[in-house]
Structures are given as structure tokens and as C-alpha cells.
């Protein structure tokens, strides 16, 4: 199949005619492709001495070069993009998380016994009685359980609650980073190079 050299050509069979190359970015040798090296040097790769590299196109869309109107700048032989991409917080719009917290309130009972204190240390279930001694470090404040009698001088109840700092709450991350298809609906085809030819005119 004849056609200008450097020629990228889409063919529906699975193989390069005579002449033709498959654009998967082999290296290949200046000395036998004068021509075509020629034409499109290292744009693709290869040292520039030696070898140059033809298109690689394997699961990757061709694209004019340039900078088309309102769009992003792309040089020849430029490779970007991916088939997939995880957005990150810098990629969402400017969003907010709301809380509420009502607060709480813990009721509690505090039984005194109108007898001396005879413990310093308290247990569960003992009453606070009379000072005796002193209040300092070795005062009996307290009044075991079995002593204080089944009805105390006084039951004080009540609740108390408290205040909140809204820093003090943090609302959780969720989500699982799983990254967004973004391929465009394909068709894999063949693309092949023309490397003999017809050497292309400018004029």
C-alpha cells in the first residue's frame, strides 16, 4: 500500500501493510529511514543519533497539536492524560458540614448523715457527716454505708451540665478514594505509519 511517507493511517485489520510500521513507539534505526526520520526527527523519542521513535497510539486518542479556542495548549508529540482520576477536597466546590449538639444534663443524688465522720478515704455508698477533727489532709469526713442509716439528715439531687466549644467537634472523613472512569466511549483500532513512500512536498 503506497502512501506519503510519515503517513499515520486507521486500519481496521490487526497488522502494518508492506512499508508501514504499527504506531507503538518502537525505536528504529536513522541509517534505514532516512526519509522519514527527515520528517519527524525526535518528536516522538529516540536519542537523535542513532534511533528515533515512531508514534506510540496503543490505548491512547490522537489529538490536533496547537491551541484551539478556550482550550489548553498541546505541542506535537505531547503525551498527557489518564484513564482515571481521584478527586481530592481541592477538586469539590466550597461546601460546609453542619452539627447540632443540644448538650446534656447528668442528674445526681448526695446523701449526709448527721454522725461524725470516722472515714478519710470514702467507698461507694457512704454518706459525708459531721467534720470530725478537722477538714485538713487527716479529717474524717465521711461515714460508711452500713452506718449512715436508712434515713440521712438530707438528700441533695440535682443535675448539673456544662458548656461546649464547637472546636472541640470533629466530623469525620468518609468516602474510599475509589478513582472516576473518565475514558470517552472508544473503539480500538489500528494505527500504522507509512516508513517508504512517497517523500511528502511542501510546496
Not at 534505526?29 to 534511533?51: C, E, H, P, V
Request: net charge neutral; aromatic share 10%.
Amino acid at each position: 500500500m503506497e502512501g506519503y511517507i510519515g503517513v499515520i493511517q486507521a486500519l481496521g485489520f490487526d497488522f502494518a501493510p508492506r512499508n508501514w510500521s504499527l504506531c507503538r513507539g518502537q525505536l528504529i534505526a536513522i541509517s534505514q529511514n532516512t526519509a522519514l526520520f527527515s520528517l519527524i526527527s525526535t518528536i516522538y523519542g529516540g536519542d537523535g543519533r542513532t534511533t528515533f521513535a515512531l508514534p506510540d497510539l496503543r490505548s491512547r486518542v490522537p489529538l490536533g497539536y496547537g491551541e484551539g479556542p478556550g482550550l489548553p495548549r498541546y505541542e506535537i508529540g505531547e503525551r498527557t492524560g489518564m484513564p482515571s482520576f481521584t478527586l481530592t477536597t481541592l477538586n469539590m466546590p466550597s461546601h460546609s458540614h453542619a452539627h447540632a449538639y443540644n448538650g446534656g444534663n447528668t442528674p445526681g443524688a448526695l446523701h449526709v448523715s448527721k454522725k461524725a465522720g470516722t472515714v478519710q478515704v470514702p467507698n461507694d455508698g457512704d454518706f459525708i457527716g459531721l467534720p470530725a477533727n478537722n477538714l485538713g489532709p487527716s479529717g474524717f469526713l465521711y461515714v460508711p454505708a452500713a452506718e449512715g442509716g436508712a434515713n440521712p439528715t438530707a438528700a441533695i439531687a440535682g443535675s448539673a451540665g456544662g458548656g461546649f466549644n464547637n472546636n472541640d467537634f470533629v466530623i469525620a472523613n468518609t468516602g474510599g478514594n475509589i478513582p472516576i472512569d473518565i475514558v470517552q466511549p472508544i473503539l480500538a483500532i489500528n494505527y500504522s505509519i507509512c516508513l517508504f513512500g512517497i517523500f511528502p512536498s511542501r510546496n
